[in-house]
């Protein structure tokens, strides 16, 4: 593993330790060039996914793309990051166990809806703002009673 700080090739491994979601492992690293210490995390990637995006526009699937957008529904709302990592997880573990090898941009955006909704509504709404392109604050208004009135039921 090639050292973050100073680009030198060899790196070792402190500690290992299973991840509290067990999905993955994490890997304490410290540089025998320049001594800095950093983590990594190592997943089980089942397949090559290739996300159809807009426009027919392809792309490999990216799990930090993932975890960017939810971070950015969920920033300043008190939401345990574990909880935010089984969420990441788990749209993850669809997305390569779906048995497709391209996956619609749509599909991704609606199991994150899903799952934000489940978690906390602020999150949720805010997710929608940008994945289905609220324009004006009507757009807001209108989708924000939507979910208040699913909460009801």
Same mark, same amino acid.
């Given at each position: 593993?090639?050292?973050?700080?100073?680009?030198?090739?060899?790196?070792?491994?402190?500690?290992?330790?299973?991840?509290?979601?067990?999905?993955?492992?994490? %890997?304490?690293?410290?540089?025998?060039?320049? #001594?800095? @210490?950093?983590?990594? $995390? *190592? /997943?089980?990637? !089942? %397949?090559?996914?290739?996300?159809?995006?807009? #426009?027919? @526009?392809?792309?490999? $699937? *990216? /799990?930090?793309? !993932?975890?960017?957008?939810?971070?950015?529904?969920?920033?300043? @709302?008190?939401?345990?990051? *574990? /909880?935010?990592?089984?969420?990441?997880?788990?749209?993850?573990?669809?997305?390569?166990?779906?048995?497709?090898? *391209?996956?619609?941009?749509?599909?991704?955006?609606?199991?994150?809806?899903?799952?934000?909704?489940?978690?906390?509504?602020?999150?949720?709404?805010?997710?929608?703002?940008?994945?289905?392109?609220?324009?004006?604050?009507?757009?807001?208004?209108?989708?924000?009673?939507?979910?208040?009135?699913?909460?009801?039921?």
């Amino acid at each position: 593993m090639r050292c973050p700080f100073c680009a030198h090739d060899d790196t070792q491994v402190k500690d290992s330790r299973p991840t509290e979601d067990n999905a993955s492992i994490r %890997r304490r690293r410290q540089c025998s060039s320049c #001594g800095a @210490r950093f983590t990594t $995390f *190592e /997943r089980v990637q !089942l %397949r090559e996914v290739v996300v159809v995006k807009s #426009g027919e @526009r392809r792309e490999p $699937f *990216e /799990r930090a793309k !993932l975890e960017q957008s939810i971070a950015l529904a969920s920033r300043k @709302r008190g939401i345990d990051q *574990e /909880r935010l990592d089984q969420l990441i997880s788990g749209i993850q573990r669809q997305v390569e166990t779906s048995g497709e090898a *391209e996956v619609p941009s749509a599909r991704i955006g609606e199991l994150v809806m899903e799952g934000l909704r489940q978690i906390d509504s602020v999150a949720y709404i805010r997710f929608a703002s940008v994945y289905r392109d609220f324009s004006e604050a009507r757009d807001f208004e209108e989708f924000a009673h939507t979910v208040q009135q699913a909460a009801k039921d």
